[in-house]
């Protein structure tokens, strides 16, 4: 079935270090992964995003890499801060709706200063 | 100006209930939806809305309905409402293939 494995459920880091999340989607078609924050009591929003039709992307401390031979994707996060310290959730859309997003289990990200 | 907005924020219930929680967006956009966030955190799509036509329908009990008056607005009615409904009901909208906008969500507690 639809699936996206995320990983790791819990990460600390300290601050000014860099930080990564991997997942894992099941749909070789899927072609849209974003990835959503969601600070505490907050609501997701998002932060990056990548189409299947590129394999990294970049914005200033962030950057989404895309294997789709393996089906996996990364959030990398560089020089890390407090104020990043929050839940984050892979996302992939499905083949046959592409606004139908399967979100990963979310990886709570703690940056100690 | 807030783009995605629910009411209520919070919303406290006895079992056996009957709800509704609606949503707002004023972005333009074509799909709204409704997503379930459990305490595990895990966030789950349950319905959208193109247009005023339902498009997603997941596995959810038919307890729950969705409603869409027009293409800014989705609400979701729960009829019976069960321990196991407690969750945050969070709204979003998007263009078509757009990026998904989240409304602040809608905590509810069923007692």
């Known amino acids: 079935g639809e699936n996206v494995e995320q990983h790791p459920s819990t990460l600390s880091v300290q601050e000014g270090d860099s930080a990564v999340i991997k997942c894992t989607y099941s749909d070789s078609a899927s072609n849209y992964f974003p990835w959503y924050k969601q600070e505490l009591g907050k609501r997701p929003q998002l932060i990056i995003d990548i189409r299947s039709n590129v394999g990294e992307k970049k914005d200033q401390r962030i950057a989404v890499t895309l294997n789709k031979t393996a089906k996996h994707f990364s959030l990398h996060i560089t020089e890390t801060q407090p104020e990043d310290s929050a839940v984050y959730f892979c996302?992939?859309?499905?083949?046959?709706?592409?606004?139908?997003?399967?979100f990963g289990t979310g990886t709570r990200l703690q940056v100690f200063p | 100006d807030t783009a995605v907005s629910q009411t209520p924020k919070y919303l406290v219930t006895q079992m056996g209930n009957d709800k509704s929680i609606k949503c707002e967006q004023n972005?333009?956009?074509?799909?709204m939806y409704w997503y379930k966030q459990d305490s595990k955190k895990f966030l789950k799509i349950m319905f959208s809305?193109?247009?005023?036509?339902?498009?997603i329908n997941e596995t959810v009990p038919n307890r729950f309905s969705p409603k869409s008056p027009d293409k800014a607005h989705l609400n979701l009615h729960i009829n019976s409402l069960e321990l196991g409904d407690s969750a945050v009901y969070f709204c979003?909208?998007?263009?078509?293939?757009?990026?998904?906008?989240f409304g602040p969500g809608t905590r509810l507690t069923v007692l």
């Open positions: 809305y193109n247009n005023k036509e339902l498009i």
């Open positions: 996302a992939a859309s499905m083949a046959y709706n592409t606004d139908k997003l399967i």
């Open positions: 979003a909208s998007s263009q078509t293939r757009g990026e998904q906008f």
């Open positions: 972005l333009g956009h074509d799909t």
